[in-house]
């Protein structure tokens, strides 16, 4: 299979499979991306940035990123366009360029998703703490359907909504394995004293 030419959009910020992440677009070379993204009905990519800014120079991004496919967008103010987006497969950067405009793009292998595992027992407290963020935020913080059951679902939520520093959620999108993921995550809980070491 040939690897997708795929036009990259470094963030301080780490989008997970199925996550919702609304931007704000108003450099030249991102709006031109998502008009382009919107007419032809593809994604782009979304990655942490390793060295650089948002704005500005190109940004050097993380290897390994998602995909961002826009679900919504308006522009109620002349020169900024709000977009939001849901994170689609994962990916791996082959090689990368830069355009005239200064915008990235990257030829990407795509990561097969996670296969579907249920929540073991012991991290139960990680579904629970997700079920009182929805009762307290309301459904809307998650896009539908919301799978407490899924480990894969859940690591992923909790790893976009807690506290820790990008390069440990960076760390959290690349495991591979959605048990080990929420594992981590239990661990992280009990330190802040969200959860009880499982009995």
């Not at 919702?20 to 990655?47: I, T």
């Not at 950067?93 to 990257?106: F, K, P, V, Y």
């Amino acid at each position: 299979m040939s690897p997708l030419d795929v036009p990259i959009f470094p963030l301080n910020t780490v989008l997970f499979p199925g996550g919702l992440l609304p931007l704000r677009v108003f450099e030249a070379r991102y709006m031109d991306m998502a008009r382009d993204c919107l007419k032809r009905d593809a994604p782009f990519g979304v990655c942490l940035i390793r060295e650089g800014s948002e704005v500005g120079a190109p940004a050097v991004p993380e290897a390994i990123g998602c995909l961002a496919k826009i679900i919504e967008c308006d522009m109620q103010q002349q020169g900024i366009l709000n977009v939001k987006t849901q994170g689609g497969q994962r990916f791996r950067i082959l090689e990368r360029r830069a355009g005239a405009q200064g915008l990235t793009s990257a030829d990407l292998e795509l990561i097969p998703a996670e296969p579907s595992v249920a929540v073991p027992a012991e991290f139960a407290a990680c579904a629970r703490l997700l079920e009182m963020v929805v009762a307290d935020q309301g459904s809307a913080i998650f896009a539908e359907p919301h799978a407490y059951n899924d480990a894969a679902w859940v690591g992923y939520r909790l790893a976009e909504i807690l506290p820790v520093p990008l390069a440990a959620k960076q760390k959290l999108l690349e495991l591979g394995d959605s048990v080990a993921r929420l594992s981590i995550l239990q661990r992280y809980l009990e330190g802040q004293g969200l959860a009880k070491k499982p009995s």
